[in-house]
């Protein structure tokens, strides 16, 4: 079964770190690949980061890439999203989600395939 939890998100200033967990049943961890999404306000959601396997090169959408870290902890079927000098625009709903593929894993015509976390919502003021 294909279970995602992530963790509370938060209130940060500008400038700030922040560290969001996700999660997953042995099941998700183990056949799946995990990925991040978040979804600002009035708009789409959009692919973070997804990392392919337990030992593989994570991908980062070119918008996040130097800020955003994404790693996991496999003892705990837990990955983890770093996020260093928020900026407002990083206020979003952040959702984990596993994913068969990492390649194209944020196209469009593919994510209602994919299985997902409750979201956190993550607000950074300015």
């Known amino acids: 079964q294909v279970q995602l939890e992530e963790s509370v998100g938060g209130l940060v200033q500008a400038g700030e770190s922040l560290r969001i967990s996700c999660k997953a049943s042995?099941?998700?961890?183990?056949?799946?690949?995990i990925a991040w999404f978040r979804q600002a306000p009035g708009k789409e959601r959009e692919g973070v980061s997804c990392?392919?396997?337990?030992?593989?090169?994570?991908a980062y959408a070119d918008s996040v890439k130097g800020r955003f870290t994404m790693s996991r902890d496999n003892a705990k079927n837990t990955v983890y999203l770093q996020i260093d000098r928020l900026k407002p625009e990083d206020t979003a709903v952040y959702y984990c989600?596993?994913?068969?593929?990492?390649?194209?894993?944020?196209?469009?015509?593919?994510?209602?395939?994919?299985?997902w976390g409750q979201g956190t919502r993550v607000t950074v003021s300015s």
């Open positions: 989600a596993a994913v068969t593929d990492c390649s194209g894993y944020d196209n469009n015509d593919k994510i209602h395939q994919w299985h």
């Open positions: 042995s099941y998700a961890f183990n056949y799946y690949k």
């Open positions: 990392t392919p396997s337990r030992d593989g090169t994570t």
